[in-house]
């Protein structure tokens, strides 16, 4: 196996501790939404955007809303069978 560099060591590292990288994004979520309680915008753009925590409502429901659109929407226009690339012989 060839050497591994010191990024491919410390992913390496983090890939054996799995459950270390998913605990320290959450608690990076957690201090940015206990930040966006204490600084509030000072002059909102929009009526809704006054409300703590209403962009990261607007991108979580617009991020589902792209994926159920692209899942039962696109998807069938762009899939191909299972055998489509091999039927060329």
Partial sequence: MAELTPLGAFFEKLREKGSTLLIA??????V???LNFI???HHPHFGL??????WAGFGL???LGM???MKKI???FIA???EFYDSGD
């Fill in 25 to 30: 994004m959450y608690a990076i979520l957690a």
């Fill in 32 to 34: 940015l939404v206990a």
């Fill in 39 to 41: 600084w509030t915008p």
């Fill in 49 to 54: 955007d006054k409300y703590t925590g209403f």
């Fill in 61 to 63: 429901l617009f991020g």
């Fill in 67 to 69: 994926v159920i659109v």
């Fill in 74 to 76: 696109v998807q069938p």
């Fill in 80 to 82: 191909r069978d299972e």
